[in-house]
């Protein structure tokens, strides 16, 4: 199941990066959280082992989306060099911070509710994400193209 998740994310992220910068950064953002939060559900629903490892590879392939267009905006949204101090910092910490996190909230959901809502507990999170970007953050949208297909020859 984490395998799923991981090759998935891992696999699409420079895509992801690519989606994100043609369709519009904040646009992809949002749908992402969404895509994600569904497929939360979809996980947290499952009844047989093939939806639970399909809904986790979902989950990767819209994460792969989620993550490069979050950090653009962010550099977006923070154009001063002070003022970049605090999320950039952030953002790259979280991978150093989110696995034993995750871990810990996990044990404690399974314990005291199911396995079920290590992934359910996703989607409310994820559509209040949603909404809150989708009424705070820069309008980003794709950005202009030079008339080739490819920047790096």
């Known amino acids: 199941m984490l395998t799923a998740y991981t090759l998935s994310f891992a ?5 992801g990066g690519r989606i994100a ?6 646009r992809m953002f949002v749908i992402s959280l969404v895509g994600f939060a569904g497929a939360s559900a979809l996980g947290g629903l499952a009844q047989n082992s093939a939806m ?24 977006v949204a923070f154009t001063e060099r002070r003022r ?3 999320p950039l910092p952030s953002t ?6 989110a696995p034993p996190s995750g871990l810990i909230l996990g044990g404690f959901l ?3 509710a199911s396995w079920r ?4 507990i996703n989607v409310p999170i994820a559509i209040v994400a949603a909404v809150a970007a989708s009424a705070t953050s820069p309008r980003a949208g794709p950005r202009p193209t030079t008339g080739t297909t490819s920047p790096v020859r």
């Open 52 to 75: 639970l490892f399909s809904a986790r590879a979902l989950q990767g392939a819209f994460a792969a989306i989620m993550a490069p267009a979050a950090l653009s905006l962010l550099t």
């Open 21 to 26: 910068d043609y369709f519009g950064r904040k």
């Open 11 to 15: 696999g699409l992220l420079l895509l």
């Open 110 to 112: 399974t314990e005291f």
């Open 92 to 97: 790259a910490a979280s991978p150093a911070v």
């Open 117 to 120: 809502w290590t992934l359910l």
């Open 84 to 86: 970049r101090a605090v």
